[in-house]
C-alpha cells in the first residue's frame, strides 16, 4: 500500500514522500501521498514533520501494513497476541459467516452464542476461529464449519495468513515484551492495561 511506500521511503532516508513520488513513472496524486501521509501521522508513525517517529522505525521493517504492524506490536505488549494475530489475519478479507437464504436469524444467534457476551464483532471472529481450530484436532471441521455457517476456504486463508504474521520477528520474539522493550513512548492507557495484565 501507499502507506507502507512511504514508510520505506522515510526508513531510506530520501526526504519528502510526495517530491520523491513525484518522481516515478507513474506517480500517486499528491492528495493520496498526503492522504497516506496524514493515516501515518494518526498512527503516530510519521511526526508533524513528516519524520519517522521511533514507532514507525518499528513498523518500516515489517512486511505488512502500519496499522496491523501497531496491532501486533500492542498486542505482544498486552500479552494477548494469539487473538490479535487472528484479528489481523483475518482484515482484508470476507468474513468466514455465511448468510443462506432465509437463515440469517441462524446465523446471528451463532455469532450471539459465540460472542460470550462481548458486544465485539472481533471477539466473534476469535472464538470462531478458535472452534474452529479445535475441530479440525478432532477431526469434525466439516460438521463445525457446517452447524456455526462457516466458510472452510475462509478459514484456511485466514490461517496461512495467521502463520505468516505469527513468523515476524515482532511476533517470534515477542511472549515476553513489555511497553519498556520498545524505544517508541506507549501510551498511557496502553501502559496501564499491561500493568493489570501483568497483576
Excluded at 123 to 139: D, I, P, Q, T, Y
Excluded at 173 to 197: A, D, E, G, M, N
Amino acid at each position: 500500500s501507499l502507506n507502507e511506500v512511504v514508510l520505506k521511503i522515510k526508513a531510506l532516508k530520501q526526504g519528502k514522500a510526495e517530491p520523491f513520488l513525484a518522481r516515478a513513472m507513474n506517480p500517486p496524486s499528491p492528495f493520496a501521498v498526503r492522504r497516506a501521509i496524514v493515516s501515518l501521522q494518526q498512527l503516530t508513525a510519521l511526526d508533524e514533520m513528516e519524520e519517522l517517529t521511533p514507532l514507525g522505525a518499528h513498523l518500516a521493517h515489517l512486511p505488512v501494513e502500519p496499522h496491523i504492524g501497531k496491532m501486533i506490536l500492542f498486542g505482544a505488549m498486552l500479552s494477548c497476541l494469539d487473538p490479535v494475530l487472528t484479528i489481523a489475519a483475518s482484515l482484508g478479507f470476507k468474513e468466514p459467516f455465511q448468510y443462506p437464504l432465509n437463515r440469517q436469524r441462524e446465523v446471528d444467534r451463532i455469532r450471539e452464542r459465540l460472542s460470550y457476551g462481548e458486544e465485539s464483532d472481533h471477539a466473534v471472529l476469535v472464538n470462531a476461529f478458535k472452534g474452529w481450530e479445535e475441530s479440525l484436532a478432532m477431526g469434525n471441521e466439516h460438521r463445525y464449519c457446517r452447524d456455526h455457517f462457516l466458510s472452510r476456504s475462509t478459514l484456511k486463508v485466514s490461517f496461512s495468513t495467521n502463520v505468516f504474521f505469527s513468523s515476524l520477528p515482532s511476533a517470534h520474539s515477542s511472549r515476553s515484551l513489555s511497553p519498556h522493550s520498545f524505544s517508541f513512548p506507549v501510551p498511557l492507557h496502553v501502559r496501564l492495561s499491561f500493568t493489570l495484565v501483568v497483576i
